[in-house]
């Protein structure tokens, strides 16, 4: 289906749009002189106060440090993941899978950037009411259901490490990719033996995979 009959979107900019569907690897292969990283920087901000807009009318009573982990549940990767595929962001991405050697968990990764690439589209071309309508359509509706999308495995390890007056750290195990598509591999240890091993675009988001693996390996339920 056509993007812009899909989301109601009039426009006479098109090809603002086909910058925020192009990846990297996509404009090195083909000799394109754009791709979506700067929307993506963009949107993530729009997306960013939106969404803090929203919680902070809807939840009045919550204090700062309350508000900022609830944003993050609804503005982490695999709520980013969710969004996307339930709109079906992936239909239009432009990438070079094959001749970037891209994984097909690093491309599903990269449909996290296509929501708020998209958005930094959609804020540039029609305006921030346009783009909270886009983001009350897509999101906060799982908002009002408190979805669950991101659990926060490091806290639960510190408060396990801390009851059984154990040492928790982490270690960079391997890292790869261009400096603005990398990839980590960490591990998690305990008293410096390696209990959990994960992976992520970022050390925070692979810290959490490694936490998550640890946990499971000592088989902790999550707090």
């Known amino acids: 289906m056509d993007l812009f009959e899909k989301f109601g979107i009039e426009t006479e900019n098109k090809d603002l749009y086909k910058v925020a569907f192009t990846h990297a690897s996509y404009s090195i292969h083909h000799d394109l002189d754009y791709n979506y990283e700067r929307l993506?920087?963009?949107?993530?901000?729009?997306?960013?106060?939106?969404?803090s807009e929203y919680i902070y009318k809807?939840?009045?009573?919550?204090e700062e440090g309350d508000l900022t982990k609830l944003r993050s549940n609804f503005v982490c990767q695999n709520a980013l993941i969710y969004?996307?595929?339930?709109?079906?962001?992936?239909e239009y991405l432009k990438v070079s899978e094959v001749e970037s050697n891209l994984t097909k968990n690093e491309v599903l990764s990269i449909t996290a950037d296509l929501f708020e690439s998209f958005l930094g589209a959609i804020f540039l071309d029609k305006g921030m009411e346009f783009a909270k309508e886009f983001v009350s359509n897509a999101i906060f509706k799982?908002?009002?259901?408190?979805?669950v999308f991101f659990e926060d495995y490091k806290s639960s390890m510190k408060e396990y490490g801390d009851?059984?007056?154990i040492k928790i750290t982490y270690e960079v195990l391997k890292e790869y990719?261009?400096?603005?598509d990398k990839t980590f591999i960490m591990a998690?240890?305990?008293?410096?033996?390696?209990?959990?091993?994960?992976?992520?675009?970022?050390?925070?988001?692979?810290?959490?995979?490694?936490?998550k693996g640890a946990m499971r390996k000592l088989r902790i339920g999550r707090k």
């Open 188 to 211: 998690c240890l305990i008293d410096g033996k390696q209990m959990g091993v994960g992976r992520g675009k970022n050390k925070k988001e692979a810290e959490q995979s490694a936490a």
């Open 40 to 51: 993506e920087f963009l949107g993530d901000s729009v997306l960013s106060l939106i969404v």
């Open 142 to 147: 799982y908002i009002d259901q408190e979805r």
């Open 58 to 62: 809807k939840y009045p009573q919550y």
């Open 163 to 165: 009851a059984h007056e």
């Open 83 to 90: 969004y996307s595929h339930k709109l079906g962001l992936q």
């Open 177 to 180: 990719g261009v400096p603005h």
